[in-house]
């Protein structure tokens, strides 16, 4: 019987298990350690997995029977795209459908940086009532600054209308200009220097490449304004920590928020969580009770063709189909 491997914390939820187990057994590995994984996919069809663990190439190449790799979410940088194309297999994702959650999700860490929320939340509960003085010498209004979107793609489209919503100008950096979408919304578009120079906040919706590692480094944050507040929404290694930390200690920037880390998760010890003015979440920015259904039954419709010889509908690495499997 063909065998569906789901790693554990993948979010996919029990509607599509049902559906999947119409065509396949479905095992969930005990934890989300590529060990885990490893122990089950040595006779696994198909694997999903959710931002962890790794599908490196040795798990790839020890996998004999697999044929189709889900990556349940949008980011593929956890997958060894190269090696699955070399044996034939096919490599999806689920494009546009945590879309809305991400950016919802983006404009929360925002407004929890220009408001102090968690800072607000602790004194309350703490019993620090006296505290709200000092933050409201600290809290900003969102109305009337600029904000910078590095990366203008599902995600940042739908950020920039949202900031238009809280009276933001909106400034963008991304490769290649999108001058209809400029023209449409109002915004405007400035070299990736200027971006860092003239904006309040930053949110950053782009994929980790050999290009974007390190894109925020200690040169970007000197740019930067000092009262600047940087939201990652793209990948932890598109900022340095160590140099993130450095900026922090020397009030180059006012603030940072962030859903994703350079190692996941995070070591609790971390100095990045020591200051009052980070806001960290534990990489959920697209995880709703709506992009769960709407991802989970996506990649499960995706299963279901491939394991019936069929193309699926979000596949990353067409070039696959020119090759035939081992």
């Not at 960290?280 to 499960?300: K, N």
């Amino acid at each position: 019987m063909r065998k569906i491997v789901v790693t554990f914390g993948s979010g996919i939820i029990d509607q599509a298990l049902v559906m999947m187990r119409e065509v396949a057994q479905v095992t969930v590995t005990r934890d989300d350690s590529e060990t885990a994984l490893l122990a089950e996919a040595g006779d696994a069809d198909a694997i999903l997995v959710g931002p962890m663990p790794s599908v490196t190439r040795s798990l790839i190449e020890s996998s004999s029977r697999l044929r189709h790799i889900a990556r349940v979410g949008v980011g593929l940088d956890s997958v060894d795209i190269e090696a699955a194309t070399e044996r034939g297999i096919l490599v999806t994702n689920a494009p546009e459908l945590t879309a809305d959650s991400v950016a919802e999700f983006t404009l929360s860490l925002l407004l929890s940086l220009a408001k102090n929320i968690p800072r607000c939340d602790r004194a309350v509960r703490e019993g620090r009532w006296d505290e709200r003085v000092e933050l409201m010498g600290t809290n900003i209004e969102l109305k009337g600054r600029t904000h910078g979107i590095v990366g203008m793609g599902r995600i940042g489209r739908r950020v920039a209308v949202m900031c238009k919503g809280f009276g933001m100008r909106v400034l963008y950096f991304k490769r290649n200009r999108d001058l209809e979408f400029e023209q449409s919304l109002g915004i405007g578009y400035v070299p990736f220097q200027g971006l860092l120079k003239e904006c309040d906040s930053i949110s950053l919706h782009l994929p980790l490449t050999n290009e974007t590692a390190n894109l925020f480094d200690s040169p970007q944050f000197k740019s930067m304004k000092k009262t600047a507040l940087l939201i990652n929404q793209a990948r932890g290694k598109v900022v340095n920590e160590e140099a993130l930390v450095r900026a922090l200690k020397e009030g180059s920037i006012g603030g940072y928020a962030s859903d994703v880390y350079e190692n996941e998760p995070p070591d609790p010890k971390s100095e990045l969580l020591e200051f009052k003015n980070v806001v960290v979440t534990p990489h959920l920015g697209g995880g709703t009770l709506e992009s769960r259904l709407r991802v989970s039954m996506a990649v499960a419709k995706d299963v279901i063709k491939v394991m019936r010889g069929g193309i699926p509908e979000n596949l990353a690495n067409r070039e696959v189909l020119q090759r035939r499997p081992l």
